[in-house]
C-alpha cells in the first residue's frame, strides 16, 4: 500500500484527490491536512465521503507528512515550494497540482506568479506530469509538477501536429471556456451563481499564467519557438473545459485523422472521435479522460481541434493519480477506470 498525504484536503481538488483515493486499492490515506478545519472529521466537511474515508484534517506541517510514501499538494500556488524540499529530504515523493514547479525557468515564475520562487534548486528535477508526453521521465521521478487544467486540455490537442510538424508555429490560437470550479473553493463575487449564471465572459486576454505554461510545452516539443494566443473563458457550469484550438496548416499535411488516432492509440486516457464528432463536456464529467475531435472547415486552410476535460480529474487529481500510478510501478489506469456521468 501506499501510505498517501493530501495538503489541502478541504479544496476542490483535494476533495476530488479524496473521492479517487478513497477507492484505490493501492493507496492508504494517512494524513489531510487542512489550517481551517483542523480535528474535524473529512467526512463531516464531505458527506459523500461517508464510509469510504476515515481521517481527521491536520494541520500541513512536516511532521504531520512524516510515514507517508507521497504527498499530493492541492494547494493554492507557492505552497507547494516551501514544503516540498523537506519533505523530499525525509524520501517522501512530492506530486505537486499547484503551478510552483510547472515552469522551468524561475523568472518566468516570479513574473507570472508575483514573488520569487523559494525553491528554484527543485525546479529541473521536477517532472512535468502530462504522461502522454513524459511517462518515461514521471516513472522515476521524484518531484511532479501536475499540468494546469487549461495547459492539460490545449497541449493534447496540439501535440499531434506541433510533434508532426504540419502546422505553422507562429498562428496557434487557443479559445477555452472553463465551469467555475477552475477557480477553487473560495469565496469570490466574481463566481457568485449571480454573478456568473447565465453569462459568459472571457478574461485574462491580455495574458494568463497558463499561456508561459502551454508555450513552454509546445516549444519542448517543436524545438523551437511558438507563437500562441490563449484565451480562456469563465462559462457558467461546475465543472469542465472545452478547448476550440486553430491553427495553420502547412502544405503537405497528411490524414489528420489517422495522425491523431495513430499518435494517442494505446493512450488510456485520450479519446480520439469519429470524424466530425463535436465533444461534450458533458460526457468526460468525474472521468480522467480526454476527448478529441479533429475538425478541417470547408474554407481556408486551418484546422479546429475541439478538446473536452474534466478540470477537477484530467485537468487536475485523476492525472495527479495517473502520476502516481506510474511513479509507484502500477497499473497507470488503476484506481481510474470510470465512465463520465450522464446526463
Ligand atoms: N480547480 C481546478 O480545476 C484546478 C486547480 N489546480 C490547482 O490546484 C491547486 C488547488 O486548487 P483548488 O483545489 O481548486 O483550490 P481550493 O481553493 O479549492 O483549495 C485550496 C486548499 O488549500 C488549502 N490551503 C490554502 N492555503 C494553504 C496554505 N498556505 N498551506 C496549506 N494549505 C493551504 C485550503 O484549505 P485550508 O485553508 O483549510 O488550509 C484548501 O484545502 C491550486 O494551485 C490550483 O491552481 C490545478 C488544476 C485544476
Ligand atoms: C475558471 C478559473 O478561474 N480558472 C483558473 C484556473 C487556474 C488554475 O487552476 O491555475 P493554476 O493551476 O495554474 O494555479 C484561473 O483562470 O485562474
Avoid at 449564471?197 to 472571457?202: I, Q, V
Wanted: proline fraction near 6%; aromatic fraction near 6%.
Amino acid at each position: 500500500m501506499i501510505r498517501v498525504g493530501i495538503v489541502g484536503g478541504t479544496g476542490y481538488t483535494g476533495v476530488e484527490l479524496l473521492r479517487i483515493l478513497a477507492l484505490h486499492s493501492e493507496a492508504a490515506i494517512v494524513a489531510v491536512t487542512s489550517r481551517s478545519d483542523v480535528g474535524k472529521r473529512v467526512d463531516e466537511l464531505y458527506p459523500n465521503l461517508r464510509g469510504f474515508v476515515d481521517a481527521v484534517f491536520v494541520e500541513p506541517s512536516v511532521d504531520a507528512l512524516i510515514g507517508c510514501d507521497l504527498v499530493f499538494f492541492a494547494t493554492p500556488n507557492g505552497t507547494a515550494m516551501r514544503m516540498a524540499g523537506d519533505l523530499l529530504a525525509r524520501d517522501i515523493k512530492v506530486i505537486d497540482l499547484s503551478a510552483d514547479f510547472r515552469l522551468k525557468d524561475p523568472a518566468v515564475w516570479a513574473r507570472w506568479y508575483g514573488e520569487p520562487h523559494v525553491s528554484p534548486h527543485l525546479l529541473e528535477e521536477a517532472v512535468y506530469g502530462l504522461p502522454e508526453v513524459n511517462r518515461a521521465l514521471i516513472r522515476s521521478a521524484r518531484l511532479i509538477a501536475c499540468p494546469g487544467c487549461y495547459p492539460t486540455s490545449v497541449q493534447l490537442a496540439l501535440l499531434p501536429l506541433v510533434e508532426s510538424g504540419v502546422i505553422r508555429l507562429d498562428r496557434i490560437i487557443a479559445d477555452v471556456k472553463s465551469g467555475v470550479s477552475g477557480a477553487g473553493r473560495k469565496a469570490e463575487i466574481p463566481m457568485l451563481m449571480s454573478e456568473t449564471g447565465e453569462s459568459l465572459k472571457a478574461y485574462s486576454v491580455k495574458g494568463h499564467r497558463h499561456w508561459p505554461e502551454i508555450k513552454q510545452g509546445l516549444e519542448q516539443v517543436a524545438g523551437r519557438t511558438v507563437e500562441l494566443t490563449f484565451v480562456p473563458h469563465l462559462i457558467p457550469m461546475i465543472r469542465g473545459i472545452h478547448a476550440t484550438v486553430y491553427a495553420e496548416l502547412n502544405a503537405g499535411y497528411g490524414d489528420l485523422q489517422t495522425l491523431f488516432e495513430e499518435r494517442y492509440r494505446g493512450e488510456p486516457f485520450v479519446d480520439i472521435l469519429p470524424p466530425g464528432s463535436h465533444p461534450d463536456t458533458r460526457n468526460v464529467r468525474g472521468v480522467n479522460r480526454c476527448q478529441i475531435a479533429v475538425h478541417r472547415p470547408l474554407d481556408g486552410n486551418t484546422v479546429v481541434i475541439l478538446s473536452v476535460i474534466d478540470n477537477l480529474v484530467k485537468g487536475a487529481a485523476g492525472q495527479a493519480v495517473q502520476n502516481m500510478n506510474l511513479m509507484f510501478g502500477l497499473d497507470e489506469t488503476a484506481g481510474l477506470r470510470s465512465i463520465g456521468l450522464y446526463p
